[in-house]
């Protein structure tokens, strides 16, 4: 068991994490692929363990795949819903943390609409913690399901080009991606208007782009970010119109890219906003679909990781 | 090319793009000019080339007017786009570009492209727009910046309106600054600006009329200045009016900030005193300001810190004007007397007659990016010629506009327009009274 490079106790981020701690969970996740195609997709490795998933934020992708990734492991799964209980009684995110803590789980997964607040709540619980994703900070093994889905594609991640378009400002998708591509060695671009990136962001390790006939010229992975609504009326954009016309992937402008180049994105979709359904629907380039099943795969291995170094006896209550 | 060759002989050539200043001929072949220099042979050209003797004028390019209100769509009884444009050839203005505080505003494409088959139709000066900066010029929501620059919005305002809060301007510079666009502001921060009509001091306490605090100018255009050094976008501060917003501007270029400004006739030729008794035909936005503000506008504009002046055209009706002082509406009409109220400028031995053709042609041309302002080979036909001797009094009520409310009835003043072309069109020339 102590072959595995990956010896940390939650997943929290990308950032901090080796070329090496990807790598295995990477390794790993390709076994899980091969598994979750067969008839018979059941491992017992984590009986007796139990997984909450803990979304303070609505989500039905990545809860599910949480929840077929720890079931498939074995693990007891509770899904609460905190969005709608507790926060809305005025508990804390600390007494939240405490609670769940007194039912010893062995693993959490947390998703918080706030920056930093998994991180806070890990260092309250004597579990696992995994982050599914804090505010605008990191979504890990999102950006881990994109490094899976591209070096199956691609056999490295190592000297590609990807251009990470659209909504950076907000997106714990590109941070943790950014991390990622930049751990591997790949090159990572941002294309958005000035109102969708953040400040510095040439400082995290990309090239910055303004336009998408420069921004993806010569590139390898074109990865699109959703836009949420609330920020396509005016406050960033002007309109869906205007974003799709200058900022959304279409085929006029996936020309600019590499004729290889592939499509992804981390879902749900806008059609029309961000991405357009020609490119999207493109079975030989979009690999929408396949960043989907890679997402149980990854999670599957994170798992397994975060019951190895939990050790036999279960987590101590303090 | 077959087609209208004309020869203009003999006038004081004055082009403050390349300096050129000297007597000359120019030479028209359809559109463009062909030709420009000293005595060239009409022999040349063939036998079909019109000569128009203009010795003793003064040829210059056509004035390029970055700030006018023309009200169509929406108040076509105060201004049309073609009587408007009537006025700017009266004035020896071949390029206007519009506010878009019409109704419905221009904060959408289908506006744009109204203004511009409206001006195609009328093919007297040529007429650009901007679009409002923010939906209704509401100062909430971005317009459509890169559509509407792609559809031929020269730049972004919400016009009269100051964009009041940070946050929408820093994203609206960002945002143009993503398509290389420019943002004009009104450089008045609004509560403050709501507070009265009137520069407040002495004049405002005498009549016990609401007055506004100088400094309001300099706040805004102070932040906005920290907004641009944030976002690198560029910037145009309109109608400049106080020493204090200037010395910033002034500042700031130094700095190498991408900004620019703009003042306008009733601030170099006006101070406060004009205001009188209630005369609401003085009342502009901002409102004319002390002596030493004035003669900090002359000076900003000698020293080229201010780099354009703008007619701030800004017509209005009877109905509009004829009301209490702090009831009227803020506004001058300025296309016709544009060029003889600048001069002033040259008659009072403060600026050089070239300098001051810059800051009406070429400089606001160059803000604006567009190809006009030029006398030379190649460039598109678009001058004015006027007798910079002729003596008169502006007469209001022979104005082409169809508002009549300045306060310059009266005033005598020193330079006439004679004619003014258009991509080889004349579009105006004066019938001799």
Redesign the interface.
């Given at each position: 068991m102590d072959s595995y490079a990956y010896r940390h106790r939650h997943l929290l981020g990308i950032e901090g994490l080796t070329p090496e701690d990807i790598s295995c969970v990477l390794d790993l996740a390709d076994g899980y692929v091969d598994m979750n195609r067969q008839a018979e997709k059941k491992k017992s490795l984590l009986r007796g363990r139990t997984l909450i998933n803990c979304f303070f934020e609505n989500s039905t992708r990545t809860r599910t795949s949480f929840e077929v990734a720890g079931k498939r492991l074995g693990a007891d799964v509770i899904n609460m819903a905190v969005a709608v209980s507790s926060m809305r009684k005025g508990e804390t995110l600390i007494d939240t943390a405490m609670t769940l803590n007194a039912m010893h789980p062995d693993v959490l997964v947390v998703r918080h609409p706030e920056s930093g607040a998994v991180q806070l709540l890990s260092e309250k619980v004597d579990c696992a913690v995994i982050n599914a994703g804090d505010g605008s900070h990191e979504h890990p093994t999102q950006a881990l399901l994109d490094a899976l889905t591209i070096r199956r594609r691609k056999g490295k991640l190592g000297g590609l080009t990807v251009a990470i378009c659209g909504d950076v400002l907000h997106s714990r998708v590109a941070r943790s991606n950014i991390w990622l591509l930049n751990a591997m060695g790949a090159r990572v671009r941002v294309v958005a208007?000035?109102?969708l990136l953040p400040a510095a962001v040439e400082h995290l390790g990309v090239e910055v782009f303004?336009d998408m006939a420069e921004g993806l010229a010569d590139v390898d992975i074109v990865m699109m970010l959703r836009l949420q609504s609330e920020r396509m009326?005016?406050?960033?954009?002007?309109?869906t119109?205007?974003y799709f016309?200058?900022f959304g992937l279409d085929e006029d402008k996936l020309k600019f890219a590499r004729s290889d180049a592939l499509i992804m994105h981390p879902g749900p979709m806008n059609r029309g906003v961000e991405i357009g359904s020609t490119v999207a629907d493109d079975i030989d380039r979009s690999l929408i679909r396949q960043q989907v099943e890679m997402g149980v795969a990854v999670r599957m291995a994170c798992l397994e990781l975060m019951g190895r170094s939990l050790g036999n006896n279960g987590p101590p209550i303090k | 090319m077959s087609g209208l060759r004309r020869l203009y002989r003999g006038a004081r050539l004055i082009d403050p793009d390349s300096g050129r200043d000297m007597v000359g001929d120019v030479i028209v072949v359809d559109d463009r000019i062909a030709a420009i220099g000293a005595n060239i042979s009409a022999e040349d050209l063939g036998p079909d080339v019109e000569v128009i003797d203009v010795t003793g004028m003064c040829l210059a390019p056509g004035l390029v007017d970055m700030r006018v209100q023309l009200r169509e769509p929406g108040a076509e009884h105060i201004e049309s786009i073609e009587s408007g444009s009537r006025a700017a050839a009266a004035g020896g203005v071949t390029t206007i570009v519009a506010l878009p505080n019409t109704e419905p505003p221009v904060d959408d494409v289908s506006v744009v492209e109204f203004v511009a088959r409206r001006a195609r139709e009328v093919r007297l000066a040529k007429v650009h727009t901007y679009a409002a900066a923010t939906k209704g010029m509401h100062g909430k929501e971005l317009t459509e910046i890169g559509l509407l620059a792609a559809n031929g919005a020269v730049g972004f305002t919400d016009g009269v309106k100051a964009i009041a809060d940070a946050l929408v301007m820093r994203r609206v510079l960002a945002y143009a600054r993503t398509f290389d666009q420019l943002v004009i502001q009104h450089p008045e921060e609004p509560s403050l600006g709501s507070a009265g009509e009137v520069t407040e001091g002495e004049i405002a306490t005498r009549l016990g009329l609401a007055g506004i605090t100088p400094a309001a100018e300099v706040m805004m255009v102070e932040r906005d200045l920290r907004l641009v050094a944030i976002t690198g976008a560029r910037y145009h501060v309109a109608h400049v009016s106080t020493e204090a917003a200037i010395d910033a501007i002034r500042e700031a270029k130094a700095s190498g900030l991408p900004v620019t400004c703009d003042t306008a006739p009733p601030y170099f030729a006006l101070n406060e005193t004009a205001i009188g008794d209630y005369r609401t035909f003085a009342k502009v936005s901002p409102p004319l300001r002390s002596e030493s503000d004035r003669q900090a506008v002359v000076a900003g504009l000698a020293d080229g810190t201010i780099d354009a002046i703008a007619s701030d055209h800004a017509p209005w009706d009877q109905d509009s004007k004829r009301l209490p002082f702090s009831s009227a509406s803020c506004g001058i009409v300025g296309l016709e007397t544009l060029l003889p109220l600048s001069l002033e400028l040259v008659h009072n031995r403060r600026m050089s007659l070239i300098d001051v053709l810059q800051r009406l042609t070429v400089a606001p041309a160059r803000i604006l990016g567009l190809n006009v302002g030029r006398l030379a080979a190649g460039a598109p036909a678009d001058f004015v010629v006027f007798d910079p001797q002729a003596k008169y009094r502006i007469d209001t009520d022979r104005l082409r506009s169809k508002s009549k409310n300045a306060p310059f009835d009266g005033r005598p003043v020193e330079g006439r327009v004679e004619l003014t072309v258009v991509d080889g069109r004349t579009i105006f020339e004066r019938v001799a009274a």
């Open positions: 208007p000035r109102t303004h009326h005016g406050s960033f954009v002007p309109s119109r205007e016309h200058f | -």
